[in-house]
């Protein structure tokens, strides 16, 4: 079987996490792409710039600018393969952040080896039974939640289908938070004064998006 010289660049930096030290890699952030990083951007600046904790970032994109070499983050790419699979089979972590569901439900399962908390963050502030599957968020046991809604769903659900308590924290949704202050920002350099009554029409998704 011929390997490309990705499935090779995957398997080194595999192994390189894994020769990390425990303490090095204690805590884990796990993200399919760069568009995500918003979402984990808040979480990883408070460890990295306010309590000064190194954490490992972990990619499957090739071209995540989160490479390049960053104060206090260790960054890893490991692809959307095999070599992905056999990471998470064999993680050994104290946390695991991402903001991926279906946990254990597809081909991303629970450590094999080391008992891990696996915490999931919302990027997207909506329903929790209405826009995922119905076992999206029950492996995980901690969840960063928008809203109270989404912990009542969550805890609604453990109720009816005897499921593990998972931990439920209410954090807001730090996607509005970053466009309330990119656009107070906006404000104050372009010198724009709100009028009552004003009428937004947004874009939406599809063709005519």
Not at 14 to 33: A, G, H, M, P, Q
Not at 108 to 122: A, T
């Amino acid at each position: 079987m011929v390997f490309g010289s990705n499935f090779k660049l995957e398997w080194n930096e595999l192994k390189r996490f894994e020769n990390l030290t425990d303490e090095e890699r204690s805590i884990v952030f796990y993200i399919e792409n760069e568009n995500y990083f918003i979402y984990l951007k808040p979480i990883i600046k408070e460890l990295t710039e306010k309590y000064k904790i190194t954490v490992c970032y972990v990619t499957s994109s090739k071209t995540d600018p989160l490479l390049e070499p960053t104060k206090n983050i260790l960054s890893f790419y490991i692809g959307d393969g095999t070599v992905r699979t056999k990471f998470f089979l064999n993680l050994k972590a104290d946390v695991l952040v991402m903001t991926m569901p279906d946990l254990q439900t597809f081909h991303i399962k629970r450590s094999k080896i080391k008992k891990i908390n696996y915490v999931y963050v919302f990027h997207s502030a909506v329903s929790t039974h209405l826009v995922y599957r119905k076992e999206a968020f029950d492996n995980f046991d901690t969840i960063f939640c928008t809203g109270n809604y989404q912990i009542q769903e969550i805890q609604e659900r453990e109720v009816k289908y005897n499921l593990k308590k998972k931990k439920l924290i209410q954090c807001g949704y730090s996607r509005l938070d970053d466009l309330l202050s990119e656009y107070e920002t906006f404000k104050k350099t372009n010198k724009i004064i709100i009028k009552k009554n004003q009428i937004l029409i947004a874009p939406s998704w599809g063709e005519n998006g």
